[in-house]
């Protein structure tokens, strides 16, 4: 039987196993096989690898769409930026509100519009959205749901929160999401009343610069809050996902609970393992939590080394950098990412030999597929599993500019930065939609993506089966 394409020659990163030499078959949009040599087979198309590693598409579990930006737009935009970065699904934090508080037309409006694969957190803002919960899991196939710790009064407002988070409300939602098996809360933690008088004495005192704003934030106003969530979900069994971990005692405590048996999750996003507080950034290194100190950036690797850190997210945000103007205070926290979290991991983390391509196809891909309910279908490649790759050249360096990098957004972080180790070529389910940094194709090929359950069908563990039948890895990754 002919396949659709394969692809010779390539050093495939299974997260599970390893690197392993060897041709991957694809067909109707799912792996065929994965095979030792090409001699006897046919496919459409053959896609030449040379000898390159191949990693399960990356999955950005932090996404904001329609953050400062135009929703409808950014479907389009930011998915061709997270197609660029070798992302091939993303997690997207939804806020159901005026005409997108109906889930089945974003649903509607994102495959129409996105070059990759999606799905939703559920943002938590109300009673109303508590008593939705089972509706969001039956009927939508959602796994996750997001909580604001602590965001009360001006803060809340500024987010679009219609009330106060507090522990109640918290332990509540914990309470609610934890009757549903398999899915997650997923929890940003500061503790706002902390910040609120630390932030109020740093503008006393006239300070208007990018340090004023970690030290409003500190470290411990993070991990406080994700000690207590901690704690809560331990006591509730909710099983809880911290976004965006930046401080080095947040791990601390983390790795604390995870060792009690308290299933949570931990993700870092790209920034935190790249920047410090004292980046020349000004107000466009504004972000919360904020840019820390060495210490907290070197915990973050560790973290990921150790496996206390399970993921690496993006917390992007499209925007223009004109809602950066004003003072530090003023100014719109965030950035874009989606589009550099591999080239971070793969430059700053493999070629400078903090960690393996195999630790990369876990933290970028196959973690995130299994805490959000989305493996072995996604985040690996297996007989069966959707045909979502991402190729990338370790030798190639670019100079990063917002250009480059394909978001509505005119402005990144990593402007100026050389960065080693690229994505050169993203495929959907068995489509080419990104090659050579370019946009292959039109937008509306991206589909949304519901939770799996036990019925969707195809066995686990097929990777493990195939693998046996060829020869051992050929070029294991060594430190
Ligand atoms: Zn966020």
């Known amino acids: 039987m002919a ?4 692809i010779k020659n390539a050093q495939l990163v299974i997260p599970e196993q390893g690197v392993v030499r060897a041709c991957l078959g694809i067909k109707d949009g ?3 096989g994965i095979y030792q040599d090409e001699a006897s087979l046919e496919a459409d198309q053959i896609i030449d690898a040379g000898e390159k ?10 996404v904001h769409l329609g953050f400062a930006g135009p929703f409808d737009e950014h479907f389009t935009t930011e998915t061709a930026s997270s197609a660029i970065g070798g992302v091939t699904t993303i997690i997207h934090h939804h806020f159901l509100a005026g005409r997108y508080a109906d889930l089945n037309k974003v649903v509607e409006l994102g495959e129409s519009r996105s070059h990759v694969d999606f799905a939703f957190h559920i943002m938590l803002v109300s009673e109303e959205s508590l008593a ?42 914990l309470e609610e999401v934890g009757k549903h098996p398999g899915t997650v809360t997923c929890i940003h933690a500061e503790n706002n009343e902390l910040i609120a008088t ?8 006239g300070r208007d610069d990018l340090p004023a704003w970690e030290e409003a934030r500190p470290g411990f106003a993070e991990a406080e809050n994700v000690q207590r969530a901690l704690y809560f979900s331990q006591i509730t069994g909710c099983p809880v996902y911290f976004v965006h971990m930046s401080a080095a005692d947040s791990v601390k405590k983390l790795a604390q609970y995870k060792a009690e048996g308290v299933s949570a999750y931990g993700e870092t996003c790209s920034h935190y393992l790249t920047h410090t507080k004292d980046a020349p950034l000004g107000n466009l290194g504004k972000v919360n939590p904020p840019l820390r100190t060495e210490k907290d950036v070197e915990a973050m690797w560790e973290g990921l080394r150790s496996g206390v850190i399970d993921t690496v997210a993006s917390d992007h945000g499209g925007f223009l950098s004109k809602k950066k103007e004003g003072d530090i205070w003023s100014a719109m926290p965030g950035f874009p990412g989606v589009a550099t979290i591999l080239p971070v991991l793969l430059s700053e983390g493999v070629n400078r030999g903090r960690i393996s391509i195999q630790k990369v196809a876990e933290v970028s891909s196959c973690n995130t597929a299994k805490i959000f309910g989305l493996y072995p279908r996604k985040g690996t490649i297996s007989v069966g599993s959707d045909a979502d790759l991402v190729m990338v050249d370790m030798d190639l360096e670019k100079t990063v500019t917002p250009e480059l990098l394909g978001s509505m957004s005119d402005f990144t972080i990593y402007d100026g930065w050389k960065l080693k180790g690229w994505p050169v070529l993203t495929m959907v389910r068995g489509e080419v939609v990104m090659k050579d940094g370019q946009i292959v194709g039109g937008a509306g090929k991206g589909k949304y993506v519901r939770w799996l359950s036990e019925k969707d069908s195809f066995k686990m563990g097929a990777t493990e089966k195939c693998l046996r039948s060829i020869n051992k890895p050929s070029k294991p990754w060594r430190t």
């Open 53 to 62: 590693y191949i990693l399960p598409g990356a999955l950005d579990p932090h």
């Open 3 to 6: 396949m659709d394409t394969l």
């Open 132 to 173: 939705d919960i089972k509706t969001y899991v039956q009927d939508f196939g959602v796994r996750s749901f997001k909580i604001f710790m602590g965001y009360k009064g001006q803060e809340a407002k500024q987010v679009g929160l219609p009330r106060d988070i507090d522990d109640g409300f918290l332990f509540s939602a």
């Open 198 to 205: 630390l932030k109020q004495r740093l503008m006393d005192a």
């Open 30 to 32: 799912s792996i065929q």
